[in-house]
Structures are given as structure tokens and as C-alpha cells.
């Protein structure tokens, strides 16, 4: 149980185009979601979380029209990089929270996707 | 504000070795939660434990065990009888009890075991 997924697992694209990537649970509802960025040897830092049916709430630095992010179910968030450059080429890793019993502790865990490596030509 | 510590950037064991990573946090509030997680190369993070700040008991599953003690604000995570399979990066990772969860993690180690 505790499956996420991501899609693309890997994207090249030119300077200017978007950029969609998509972050499922797959056996769990997520009632909040997580969206990072990791450099090379480096550690997670947290772009923005997203709850289900409201706007997401960008971390300090996070530009929220580059990086627009919508949870349109329990089940869904996407990360759209707008114009993107290659300055934003980075492995974007998602999270999900899972919403069970609180009492089990499970709603208190991040369960992460695959990632992906976006490279911006 | 939060912060979790992980002083071992690197640490390189020989198969069949012990290995203890080491983690230190930060944190004001009563009601927190710490994790580690595993980053083999393929990226993904693999969560390994979630430990609740009111239960101090140590944790063991197969070769891994944790310790948490929070009067020191650890929580060291031991690999016994190390294999080349969990050469990884390792995060320690702290969450307070605000309503979204947020993680902040440590900077991680590098574990390299080698044959």
C-alpha cells in the first residue's frame, strides 16, 4: 500500500515550453500533497503544498506563477512549469499524505513519488 | 523553527560492518514526529520509520534498528551486518504537529557500503 506515482519519469524540453507533471496516490486518498526540488547532493527542499480543492501555499523564494500547481482530487496534483529554463532543470519529487485514521498515525506520513528529472535545453 | 542535523555527509563501511547514522533535531513543540527515509540511486524515497515524539521506545526491523532519545533530540538509525544493497543517501526527517505535516529534512548521508 502507500503507492505514488509520477508522470513523466524523465523530460527534456526546450527553453520557453511548459512543462506538466503529475503526481498520483494510487491506494490512498491524500488529502495534502507535496511538491520538492532536488538538486545533485542535495536535500529536499519543499516547493509548495497543495491541499485538495484549494490553492496551494508556496514556500518563501517559490514563484507561483513559474511553478502553478492545481490538487484537483484526492487522488491528483500537478506541477506545471511555466516557461521554463534551464535554471529550473532539477529533479521535482512529489509527496502524498495519507489521510488515514489519525489514531494509527498514518495520516502523519509522506509517501513519495518516483520524481522526475526535468532538463530544460 | 525547526532543524534537523545530519553531521555524516559520507560514510563509507566494508559489507558485514555496523553502521550507525547519525541525527539531531530542533524543534519547540511538545508534538512532533521524526522519519528516515531511504534515496537509493534511482531517486525515489523510501520511507523506512515514523516515530512519534511520546514513544521513546526503540524500534528494530531486521538489520535496522532506531534509537530515539529525547533528551539528547536523537534519533540514530543502525544498519547491522551492512550489504552493498543499501548503499543509499539516508534523510533524517522531522515533522511538527501544524495542520499540513511539513517535513524539514536533514541534509542526508551518503552510505556506500562496499564488497
Known amino acids: 500500500g502507500a503507492v505514488v506515482s509520477q508522470h513523466p519519469s524523465r523530460v527534456i524540453c526546450k527553453s520557453g515550453t511548459s512543462v506538466k507533471i503529475e503526481c498520483r496516490s494510487l491506494?490512498?486518498?491524500?488529502?495534502?500533497m507535496f511538491w520538492y526540488r532536488q538538486f545533485p547532493k542535495q536535500s529536499l527542499m519543499l516547493m509548495a503544498t497543495?491541499?485538495?480543492?484549494?490553492?496551494?501555499?508556496?514556500e518563501q523564494g517559490v514563484e507561483k506563477d513559474k511553478f502553478l500547481i492545481n490538487h484537483a482530487s484526492l487522488t491528483l496534483s500537478t506541477l506545471t512549469v511555466t516557461s521554463a529554463h534551464p535554471e529550473d532543470s532539477s529533479f521535482y519529487i512529489c509527496?502524498?499524505?495519507?489521510?488515514?485514521?489519525?489514531?494509527?498515525?498514518?495520516?502523519?506520513?509522506?509517501?513519495f513519488g518516483p520524481g522526475t528529472r526535468l532538463l530544460v535545453l | 523553527a525547526q532543524k534537523v542535523t545530519q553531521a555524516q555527509t559520507e560514510i563509507s563501511v566494508v559489507e558485514k560492518e555496523d553502521v550507525t547514522l547519525d541525527c539531531v533535531y530542533e524543534?519547540?513543540?511538545?508534538?512532533?514526529?521524526l522519519f528516515w527515509y531511504k534515496q537509493p540511486p534511482s531517486g525515489e524515497l523510501v520511507f523506512l520509520i515514523r516515530?512519534?515524539?511520546?514513544?521513546?521506545q526503540n524500534e528494530i526491523s531486521g538489520r535496522y534498528s532506531w534509537n530515539f532519545q529525547k533528551s539528547t533530540s536523537s534519533f540514530n538509525f543502525t544498519i547491522t551486518a551492512s550489504q552493498v544493497v543499501d548503499s543509499a543517501v539516508y534523510f533524517c526527517?522531522?515533522?511538527?504537529?501544524?495542520?499540513?505535516?511539513?517535513?524539514?529534512f536533514g541534509s542526508g548521508t551518503q552510505l556506500t557500503v562496499l564488497p
Open positions: 509527496s502524498a499524505r495519507d489521510r488515514g485514521p489519525a489514531l494509527a498515525g498514518a495520516g502523519e506520513t509522506q509517501y
Open positions: 491506494d490512498f486518498q491524500a488529502t495534502t
Open positions: 497543495s491541499n485538495e480543492g484549494s490553492k496551494a501555499t508556496y
Open positions: 524543534t519547540r513543540d511538545t508534538t512532533y514526529y
Open positions: 516515530r512519534n515524539s511520546f514513544d521513546e
Open positions: 526527517a522531522l515533522a511538527y504537529s501544524g495542520s499540513a505535516r511539513q517535513l524539514t
